[in-house]
């Protein structure tokens, strides 16, 4: 598949209580790591599929969970997905020395986060 779903992302209002919630819930190791510019952020490892994280939401937005999408070029394909019709919600923002990632909202109002990867 050229664009496989990489990670899901759940940003909480309550980002301790998530934790406990779903390292409760399910059977996922959980590792915390402190990531410049966005604080404590829960690497979420679930052996065989597509991890993800946690990490707080940003103030006045509720609780939910976000799809990231690979892509080769992060700033293109944001372009791209403007000129159709998307609206950015974030633009093309690096991650560390891990990546590259941006927030759109496609036409139809689902919001979507894509991601290039720079580790090899």
């Not at 966005?38 to 707080?56: E, L, R």
């Amino acid at each position: 598949m050229a664009n496989p779903f990489v990670h899901v992302e759940l940003q909480s209002t309550d980002p301790k209580k998530a934790r406990d919630f779903y390292g409760r819930l399910f059977d996922w190791k959980l590792e915390d790591a402190q990531v410049p510019g966005f604080g404590t952020y829960t690497m979420i490892g679930v052996g065989d599929g597509t991890g993800g994280g946690m990490m707080a939401a940003q103030p006045g937005t509720p609780s939910h969970w976000l799809a990231y999408v690979n892509v080769d070029d992060v700033a293109s394909t944001t372009k791209k997905a403007k000129d159709l019709g998307a609206k950015v919600l974030v633009d093309s923002m690096a991650v560390a020395d891990m990546g590259k990632f941006s927030i759109i909202t496609d036409p139809t109002g689902a919001t979507l986060g894509l991601w290039q990867t720079t580790r090899k």
